[in-house]
């Protein structure tokens, strides 16, 4: 089995009804209904300082939506990019179980808002 860092959407273990359900569903602020996010997750993201404590899903969607940056010119962060850095954020945050069910998670609520944000065929197999 690789040992493969990163962002990688194949590694959600949230069952595609949950997620669908997250996706199409009202944002309520109550961290946990991301999935991925239980209580012990949810207790991990509220640790921290100011702007380093998120307590509920809007926090956690801008915290995503602060890591689409900065761009300068010569660099735009780019959705794969974007997703790894929100990745290794969750790490940073001790998040050790579902962090690519979180980032997905999130990517796809917010690419209904914000289209383009994120490109799942950009993690496609040309082999598979």
């Given at each position: 089995?690789?040992d493969?860092q990163?962002y990688?959407?194949?590694?959600?273990?949230?069952?595609?009804?949950?997620m669908?359900d997250?996706?199409?569903?009202?944002?309520?602020?109550d961290?946990t209904e991301?999935?991925?996010?239980?209580p012990a997750?949810?207790?991990k993201?509220a640790?921290?300082?100011?702007d380093?404590?998120v307590?509920?899903?809007y926090q956690?969607?801008?915290?995503?939506?602060?890591?689409?940056g900065?761009d300068d010119?010569?660099?735009?962060?780019?959705?794969?990019?974007?997703c790894e850095?929100f990745?290794?954020?969750l790490?940073?945050?001790?998040?050790s179980?579902?962090?690519s069910?979180?980032v997905?998670?999130?990517?796809?609520?917010v690419?209904?808002l914000?289209?383009?944000v994120?490109?799942p065929?950009?993690?496609?197999?040309?082999?598979?």
């Open positions: 089995m690789s493969a990163g990688d959407p194949k590694r959600s273990r949230v069952n595609d009804d949950t669908a997250f996706i199409r569903g009202t944002v309520t602020g961290v991301v999935p991925g996010i239980g997750a949810a207790k993201l640790d921290g300082e100011g380093e404590k307590t509920n899903t956690l969607i801008g915290k995503f939506l602060m890591l689409k900065p010119a010569d660099n735009k962060v780019e959705s794969m990019e974007h850095k990745w290794y954020w790490q940073d945050k001790g998040i179980a579902h962090r069910a979180i997905k998670a999130v990517a796809c609520k690419n209904g914000f289209p383009g994120y490109d065929d950009l993690y496609d197999d040309d082999d598979e």
